[in-house]
């Protein structure tokens, strides 16, 4: 059974737009959940880890939130760029170790268009 | 430079053929990891390694093994591949398991098992 979902599947916007990515997960117990940006043909690159009950991160033009009592996350990418066409995962760690196992959802395919 | 490097980055193979796929890290990372990625499904565990000699089975051990001599080199071995195992193969690395440590991505080893 899918414990990590991801929404929408995938998603068009024009360069300079706004968007919003949505995970919801069921693993328990959730230490930490992460957001990666997978470009095509590539490996996957760290953009932010959330730790706490309620936890905001920035990045530069992406920041993120999380809710463990929603078990909800979203990643906010602001004035998209063409570079930003990638597939987005979302990754929720079960605990703080190695002894851990990461669940990954399936991503968000974003296109940014001219 | 932190880096996680895969080879080969594409191998075509025929079915009961034997598959070697490497992985090295330059960061000297105790764990690493080998993930295969399908179409439509979030990354699936095969392998863990917690350090030389010491692998543990993750959620997809069948028809795999692996082999840590090194701890900056991590393997993968098909023994008579399938072509249920045509996927693309990620390594990854993380300094000590998963807990607020990124995790650094290899960019893939892509198998057509024919």
């Known amino acids: 059974k899918t414990q990590v979902e991801q929404s929408p599947q995938s998603l068009v916007v024009r360069q300079g737009e706004n968007c919003v990515l949505q995970c919801n997960y069921s693993v328990t117990p959730d230490n930490h959940l992460r957001w990666f940006k997978q470009d095509t043909g590539k490996g996957l690159v760290s953009l932010t880890v959330?730790?706490?009950?309620?936890d905001k991160t920035s990045n530069g033009r992406y920041s993120a939130t999380l809710d463990k009592d929603a078990k909800h996350s979203t990643l906010h990418i602001t004035a998209t760029l063409l570079d930003d066409t990638a597939t987005y995962i979302c990754v929720v760690g079960d605990r703080g170790s190695a002894l851990g196992r990461l669940h990954f959802g399936a991503g968000t395919q974003l296109i940014v268009i001219p | 430079d932190m880096k996680v490097t895969q080879m080969p980055r594409y191998l075509i193979k025929r079915m009961g053929e034997n598959v070697l796929l490497e992985c090295g890290q330059d960061?000297?990372?105790?764990?690493m990891y080998w993930y295969r990625q399908d179409p439509g499904l979030g990354l699936q565990l095969i392998y863990i390694?917690?350090?030389?000699?010491?692998?543990s089975e993750g959620d997809i051990p069948k028809g795999y093994r692996v082999s840590r001599k090194k701890r900056e080199h991590f393997s993968l071995i098909l023994d008579s591949a399938k072509t249920n195992q045509t996927s693309v193969y990620f390594c990854a690395s993380s300094p000590r398991g998963n807990s607020g440590n990124t995790l650094y991505f290899g960019e893939g080893s892509r198998l057509i098992v024919v």
């Open positions: 390694s917690y350090d030389v000699d010491s692998n």
């Open positions: 960061m000297s990372h105790e764990t």
């Open positions: 959330l730790v706490d009950q309620k």
